[in-house]
C-alpha cells in the first residue's frame, strides 16, 4: 500500500462528483516537497499533502513520515497566504480517522534516514483538525479551499 495509505485511492473517485471542483493528483518531478493533491473549488486553490499515520502499539503515539523538503514548503506556502494542508488518516478501513490540519500546524520533526518523522498523538491532532474524524470527500474538499460546512 502506499505512504499516503490509499488516501486517494478513497479520495480521488469521490471527488469526480464534486460540482465546482478542478482536482488532480500531482507526479512531480521538477521540485521537491510539493503536495500530493492540487486542486481548486470554485474559485479557490488548495494543496494537500496525503499522510498515514503509523500508531504505535505501546504507546498513544502517531508517527508521520515526510521527505525532507515537505514541511518547509507546506510551512512556507501557508505563511504567504495559500491553503496548503495535511490530511493524514489513522487506522484502517471502518475504523479510519481523519485529520485535516494547516501546513503550518506541522509540530517538530525528528530525521529519520531520508525522512522526517513526527511524532504526536491523537489528541493533539484532533485539537488542530478541521474537520471531522469521519469527514467526506466533499467537506475535506471545502475545508482545504476555506470554505465552512
Known amino acids: 500500500m502506499a505512504i499516503d495509505g490509499g488516501l486517494w485511492a478513497w479520495m480521488g473517485p469521490k471527488c469526480k462528483t464534486i460540482e465546482g471542483l478542478h482536482i488532480e493528483r500531482v507526479e512531480n518531478s521538477i521540485g521537491t516537497g510539493r503536495p500530493d493533491v492540487n486542486g481548486c473549488f470554485k474559485g479557490s486553490g488548495f494543496d494537500i499533502e496525503l499522510k498515514r499515520g503509523w500508531e504505535e502499539k505501546t504507546s498513544d503515539k502517531i508517527k508521520i513520515k515526510f521527505q525532507k523538503s515537505q514541511p518547509g514548503w507546506l510551512r512556507k506556502r501557508w505563511k504567504v497566504g495559500g491553503n496548503a494542508w495535511v490530511l493524514i488518516k489513522v487506522a484502517m478501513g471502518a475504523k479510519m480517522r481523519l485529520y485535516l490540519i494547516r501546513g503550518c500546524d506541522i509540530g517538530a520533526t525528528t530525521v529519520v534516514g531520508d525522512d522526517l518523522v513526527w511524532n504526536t ?7 488542530i483538525s478541521v474537520i471531522r474524524t469521519d469527514a467526506d470527500a466533499e467537506e475535506i474538499i471545502k475545508a482545504s479551499a476555506g470554505f465552512s460546512f
Not at 498523538?121 to 485539537?127: F, S, T, V
Open 121 to 127: 498523538n491523537e489528541r493533539h491532532l484532533a485539537d
